[in-house]
T-cell receptor, first 113, second 116 residues
Framework: GDSVTQMEGPVTLSEEAFLTINCTYT??????LFWYVQYPGEGLQLLLK?????DKGSNKGFEATYRKETTSFHLEKGSVQVSDSAVYFC????????????FGGGTRVLVKP | GAVVSQHPSRVICKSGTSVKIECRSL??????MFWYRQFPKQSLMLMAT?????????EQGVEKDKFLINHASLTLSTLTVTSAHPEDSSFYIC????????????FGPGTRLTVL
């Protein structure tokens, strides 16, 4: 079945540091890939997405590139802020599964001033 | 995007009682809603897909008689945990899909259930 694996947290960084959160997946068919973010006390929000190989999703300074050859969708940001402290979830959706999302375990990121 | 609310945000109940959790889509009519469960430090796991006006579709391993889902209107779905036990303690999250097969899902803030 489909699955998503992402690095365990917590990841603690200083402000303006570079952030990478690794995400790899296994899926039948050709999945769409997503990164969701959950700020404290809030629901999950879509951060970015990519629907086919080599697509790059970007939003709020975050980027992730759909790498079919390595089945990866790593999230990066060049200079984090304290406001980026949150839990980040990698997820996939395949046509075979309809509109169901399969999530990774989530990675908590803490950015210190 | 769509705004989704859940009520209550936290609930503590005694073992054997039933708990109802509401999920409301505040600014979209949602033909499809999803219910997820999240254990501490673990992934979100899809429990069921709730379709307005029809029976919910449950994922493998989810007891439909224990987790009752009602999607009676385009803005409200409810999840009732019947005869709750401590192992049902978890974080329950709903999401709505405004329409069409591949629209984005919008998530509620979640409900923390603790069964004593």
């Amino acid at each position: 079945g489909d699955s998503v694996t992402q690095m365990e947290g917590p990841v603690t960084l200083s402000e303006e540091a570079f952030l990478t959160i690794n995400c790899t997946y296994t899926a039948t068919g050709y999945p769409s890939l997503f990164w969701y973010v959950q700020y404290p006390g809030e629901g999950l929000q879509l951060l970015l997405k990519a629907t086919k190989a080599d697509d790059k999703g970007s939003n709020k300074g975050f980027e992730a590139t759909y790498r079919k050859e390595t089945t990866s969708f790593h999230l990066e940001k060049g200079s984090v802020q304290v406001s980026d402290s949150a839990v980040y979830f990698c997820a996939l959706r395949t046509g075979a599964a309809g509109n169901k999302l399969t999530f990774g375990g989530g990675t908590r990121v803490l950015v210190k001033p | 995007g769509a705004v989704v609310s859940q009520h209550p945000s936290r609930v503590i109940c005694k073992s054997g009682t039933s708990v109802k959790i509401e999920c409301r889509s505040l600014d979209f009519q949602a033909t499809t809603m999803f219910w997820y469960r999240q254990f501490p430090k673990q992934s979100l796991m899809l429990m069921a897909t709730s379709n307005e006006g029809s029976k919910a579709t449950y994922e493998q391993g989810v007891e439909k008689d224990k987790f009752l889902i009602n999607h009676a209107s385009l803005t409200l779905s409810t999840l009732t945990v019947t005869s709750a036990h401590p192992e049902d303690s978890s974080f329950y999250i709903c999401s709505v899909q405004p329409g069409g097969l591949y629209n984005e899902q919008f998530f509620g803030p979640g409900t923390r259930l603790t069964v004593l």
